[in-house]
């Protein structure tokens, strides 16, 4: 159980973060205001899961 969350949560981290970050870039390489808005969510989302993972971790030990 706790291996598989650790591996759920290190392949968000390897693979959507990066990907989510490409896809907020706009086709001159910048970044739109939606872009960041998306941006922001992500990485509130990305805090989210860590503090639950964090959570879970305390239970555990």
């Known amino acids: 159980m706790f291996i598989t969350v650790l591996i ?11 990907s989510l970050i ?4 706009d ?3 910048g970044y739109s205001q939606s ?5 922001w969510l992500m990485f509130v ?8 993972f964090a959570t879970l971790l305390m239970g555990i030990i």
Do not use: E, K, R
Request: aromatic letters at 20%; glycine letters at 4%.
């Open 8 to 18: 759920i949560i290190s392949a968000f981290f390897i693979f959507f973060i990066p």
């Open 22 to 25: 490409t896809l907020a870039m």
């Open 27 to 29: 086709h001159n390489g």
């Open 35 to 39: 872009s960041y808005n998306l941006l």
């Open 45 to 52: 989302i990305a805090f989210v899961m860590l503090a639950l």
